[in-house]
């Protein structure tokens, strides 16, 4: 919609479109309110957003530009009896930082490659070196060295069978820097790496508020951990526990019993609360292995978590396998940005308004109610509202108060899977653990081309830790042992094709509320270093029920099948055709719930 074509009041406006804003809008619109949504960014969701490689390679250049911030136009002329300015931030503050891209393909073309290697097929001059595998030209000539070590011996039987061919081993074909370039948009990469717990806020709202149907899903296939150097299995079901090659028959027996009795409190778990989790484990006599895995896998807990929050994790994994299948974990197919972008098309299909490259440079305030009456919009023109919500980077650092606390990022492209298996469309969450005391654990997503996420032949790795210094410090280590990269090129492992490297701004240490800010003005925050979404749901919920306290948070819309028709002159209710009119687009829905 064009700036001048806007209304001039709503019960609504919200700035930013990550996904805590998302679900207040479409919670808003749901239920009736007028809703205007901007963003001052060209693309949806801000930190929570996915990018093409071509689009990343494009917001990577603007991070490193950092344009000066734009002088503050003198807005006091639209201001009435009783009433004062408060102005935003005119520039986007530096979520991100220390950024950092390496480039390990060649630069050289497949294509090139492989027209050099045609025409060196044909004149068949080649070097060979010991264990190489031969084909084409060079079999003849190892034919015919056979041919003249035989002659010294008995010459063969004319009705001799021809000794079998050796099949081929298929070369894997190098990807250059120019194909990652040309198949850009097979690529969907996250800003953020989450993944949705079957049973967690996002998916009970999904499914709840029918924004399921707008989105596709895959199945976490396996946990992963990495111990002593290598990259184990970590068997979490029942039936990954039997089928498990690397616990003994006692293992099992005891990881299964474990697993029964802590479904369920009891005054011995009780009895250790405040002291740490591994202490518990260690007196179950469970065995290195056993809790290993259940500290680091399961509960996804450190050394020092105490015993009720471990216990409590625990649970709630256990709680979520087998709802979809052999792990908690689905996934979004195209990236986690598509779920902001679920919740905005909700929110437009109910009214909700929306513009892109527009933003808010200031708050009209009534000072004597200390309530937020009305915005500026950065065309100068002012809208009325009854609540504002923002993200938390609009507003200025003497505002809001705040504790700065970062997350360390890293994104690779390899071409090849931590732990191969017999199909290439795994879909991996590895949990690595602190190596020394102090330093933080670090979740490692790796995803296949079946996400849609990277293009056949490659794999899309996300890291993430807490930040104890830039990204590169944190996370390259690990990096060059899991994987091979110029500083570990012999190293048998799946090639770093290309990486980025980012700290993040931790969005867990800012609150809903509590700041320099009017009664009626809302803080949504980015993303927190948590796997699941838990607190941006929990946010979201949280701002609309101090809004519209006596409404039902997103309630389901209704199906196509569902629409009532009047039967006097035959025309849809207006929610009706607004929901028929977006559900003529093809529909994509969670797994059904085994």
Not at 101 to 116: G, L, N, P, Q
Not at 186 to 194: A, E, M, Q, Y
Not at 454 to 479: K, R, W
Request: net charge negative; hydrophobic share 30%.
């Amino acid at each position: 919609m064009a700036a001048e074509d806007l209304p001039s009041e709503f019960d609504v406006v919200i700035l930013g479109t990550g996904l805590a804003e998302s679900v207040v809008g479409a919670a808003c619109s749901r239920v009736g309110q007028k809703v205007l949504h901007l963003d001052r960014k060209t693309y949806y969701a801000s930190n929570w957003a996915s990018f093409t490689f071509n689009g990343l390679l494009t917001w990577i250049q603007q991070q490193q530009e950092n344009p000066p911030p734009e002088e503050r136009q003198d807005l006091s002329g639209l201001l009435e009896e009783g009433e004062e300015l408060i102005y935003l931030n005119n520039s986007d503050s530096p979520s991100v930082s220390n950024l950092q891209v390496f480039c390990y393909a060649s630069e050289e073309d497949e294509e090139e490659e492989e027209e050099a290697q045609k025409t060196t097929e044909e004149t068949g001059e080649v070097k060979l070196e010991s264990g190489d595998a031969v084909s084409g030209p060079e079999e003849e000539t190892e034919e015919k060295v056979d041919e003249s070590d035989d002659k010294q011996d008995e010459e063969p039987s004319e009705d001799a069978p021809e000794p079998p061919k050796q099949p081929e081993s298929p070369k894997k074909k190098k990807i250059s820097y120019a194909q990652l370039v040309k198949e850009g948009r097979r690529f969907n990469i996250d800003l953020v790496s989450k993944l949705m717990y079957s049973r967690g806020a996002l998916v009970d709202l999904l499914i709840k508020s029918n924004v399921s149907r707008y989105a596709e899903f895959k199945n976490v296939t396996r946990i992963l951990t990495y111990r002593n150097g290598s990259v184990e299995q970590v068997p979490c079901s029942r039936a990954d526990v039997f089928a498990s090659r690397q616990l003994s028959m006692v293992e099992k027996r005891k990881l299964m019993r474990f697993l029964t009795s802590c479904m369920e409190e009891s005054e011995e778990q009780q009895a250790y609360n405040g002291r740490p989790y591994a202490e518990f484990l260690r007196d179950q006599q469970l065995g290195d292995n056993l809790q290993h895995f259940l500290l680091y896998s399961i509960a996804m807990a450190t050394e020092v978590t105490p015993t009720e929050v471990g216990l409590a994790s625990t649970r709630h994994f256990l709680r979520c396998l087998g709802r979809y299948g052999n792990t908690p974990f689905l996934f979004p197919v195209y990236g986690l940005g598509e779920i902001p972008q679920c919740f905005c098309r909700m929110c437009a299909v109910f009214g909700g308004i929306y513009c892109l490259r527009h933003s808010v440079q200031s708050l009209v305030v009534d000072k004597n109610k200390n309530r937020c009456k009305a915005v500026i919009d950065s065309r100068g023109q002012r809208i009325s509202c009854s609540h504002f919500v923002a993200e938390d980077s609009y507003v200025t650092a003497e505002t809001k108060k705040t504790s700065a606390r970062f997350l360390s990022r890293a994104v690779l492209i390899t071409d090849g899977s931590v732990l191969p298996s017999d199909s290439e469309q795994q879909v991996s969450m590895v949990t690595v653990p602190p190596e020394e005391a102090g330093h933080p654990a670090v979740h490692m997503v790796e995803l296949c081309s079946s996400t849609m996420t990277c293009m056949p032949g490659t794999y899309l790795v996300h890291l993430t830790c807490q930040s104890v210094g830039s990204a590169h410090e944190d996370l390259s280590p690990l990096i060059t042992k899991i994987f091979r990269t110029p500083e570990s090129p012999d190293k048998e492992a799946p090639s770093v094709l290309w990486c980025m490297y980012f700290n993040m701004a931790d969005g867990s240490s800012v609150e809903v509320q509590g700041h320099q800010l009017p009664s009626n003005v809302y803080l949504c925050t980015g993303p927190d270093g948590s796997l699941g979404h838990e607190h941006a749901i929990g946010q979201a919920e949280f701002i609309f029920k101090n809004i519209l306290p006596n409404e039902e948070f997103c309630p389901p819309a209704p199906n196509p099948e569902d629409i009532i028709y009047d039967g006097e002159n035959g025309s849809s209710t207006e929610e009706a055709e607004k929901v028929a009119e977006e559900e003529e687009s093809e529909q994509r829905t969670l797994p059904v719930e085994e």
